[in-house]
């Protein structure tokens, strides 16, 4: 509870704001109804039923939060096979090494204090740490836990809450750091969450979370990062803030219990979200314009290529790749296969509700087809370049910010 508003909120329907709890919500995007990004199909159960649910994002005129409106039970988007391994990216392995590296010199930690990383995945964020002789515990509800003890991470295989803090802390004592690294805007109970972490940290840790940035997103017409597990788009509130890469753009902010000079950064990033109106319709109203702008041209080009009897398939499947191929109504007829990389737990499976099927990235040197859509948009210059060492002599499209075919 905060201020008397429940910040815990129950699978099914959200008609108010999670964070200040006001009635007033206005419809962003409508992305119809959709299947969850990370439930995968395998070949057997391709004839089976398959569960949808309401895909549509709020936001909030009075804080300037944006959430979704339908909420899915956790056990069900982060079920036991969930696919979504960090480690496989290269980029985002370096990314989470140089974190780690930033955080142990920006609040000194040592040999003596403790690091927790809430929903570690494969733990790659906390081997930064571990490397540094720094001590790691991950809390990860997925099997991918497994993964990660088997590479040397203490990982407990739960969700975070005051009951699992409370082990770590008896465990383990306080921790220095606790981080959140693209998990904490994905948690329907929020006021849990918040209590377990106060619990667990230091009188003079910090907490440090990363997530998407409602401005990035807003900016670079970015519909794609709306999926069930993103419930909540994060505006700025805290003791210090920055603007980073990660994802087309995030933000990473830090929150401690102790009071703290306030960072420039802090004041700089809320100017420009004031500049912006995020408060204000016409940023959103030019948001869906883009959007629907982006989606016809990437239609046309799929369609033309159908036409014209020209291979047109995909390289990369992150979540955020269910939402566009729903949104933009991209099924099988038009991308006969996904290609991903030969260490990804998606090969072999299917899309879900679309039922492209998922395939090793070496079928595209080996077939050379004339376009292939990068989903992973935000990474698409390393992935191109990765791909033209390998020998692919393809078109590469690009589907957002804007929909285009790259000169690379």
């Known amino acids: 509870m905060q201020g008397g508003i429940d910040n815990n909120v129950r699978p099914g329907r959200l008609d108010r704001c999670q964070i200040c709890g006001s009635e007033n919500l206005e419809l962003v995007l409508d992305c119809g109804h959709q299947p969850l990004c990370d439930s995968l199909i395998p070949q057997g159960r391709l004839g089976e039923p398959e569960t949808y649910f309401p895909l549509r994002q709020f936001r909030c005129p009075s804080c300037t939060n944006n959430q979704l409106d339908y909420i899915v039970d956790g056990s069900a988007v982060y079920h036991p096979d969930y696919p979504y391994r960090t480690g496989v990216t ?244 038009l991308i006969p296969y996904i290609a991903e990389q030969p260490h990804s737990l998606k090969l072999g499976l299917y899309s879900p509700g679309k039922h492209i099927p998922v395939v090793n990235n070496q079928r595209l040197i080996d077939e050379q087809p004339e376009f292939v859509i990068l989903l992973a948009w935000h990474y698409a210059q390393p992935i191109a370049e990765q791909l033209r060492a390998r020998g692919l002599k393809s078109k590469f499209i690009q589907p957002l910010p804007e929909c285009r075919v790259l000169d690379i």
Do not use: W
């Open 90 to 333: 290269k980029e985002l392995s370096v990314y989470q090494y140089a974190i780690a590296d930033e955080l142990i010199t920006r609040y000194g930690l040592k040999g003596r204090s403790l690091v927790v990383d809430i929903g570690s995945n494969d733990g790659t964020l906390l081997k930064g740490f571990k490397a540094k002789g720094v001590p790691v515990v991950g809390v990860e509800p997925t099997r991918i836990a497994l993964i990660a003890r088997e590479d040397g991470v203490e990982t407990v295989q739960a969700f975070f809450n005051e009951e699992v803090a409370r082990q770590i802390l008896s465990s383990h004592g306080h921790a220095s750091l606790i981080t959140a690294s693209n998990v904490f805007a994905h948690m329907a109970t929020l006021g849990d969450v918040v209590f377990g972490i106060r619990t667990l940290l230091a009188d003079d840790g910090v907490f440090v979370l990363e997530n998407h940035y409602i401005v990035d997103v807003l900016l670079k017409a970015q519909y794609d990062t709306i999926y069930h597990e993103h419930i909540r788009t994060y505006s700025l509130k805290v003791f210090h803030a920055e603007r980073v890469s990660r994802y087309g753009g995030n933000i990473r902010v830090h929150v401690s219990k102790d009071l703290r000079p306030i960072s420039s950064s802090v004041g700089e990033i809320l100017k420009l979200e004031a500049g912006l109106g995020l408060d204000k319709n016409e940023i959103y109203a030019e948001f869906r314009r883009k959007a629907f702008e982006s989606r016809l041209k990437l239609q046309g080009l799929a369609v033309d290529a159908k036409r014209n009897n020209t291979s047109f398939v995909a390289n990369s499947f992150p979540g955020r790749a269910n939402t566009l191929l729903h949104f933009c109504n991209l099924g099988v007829d």
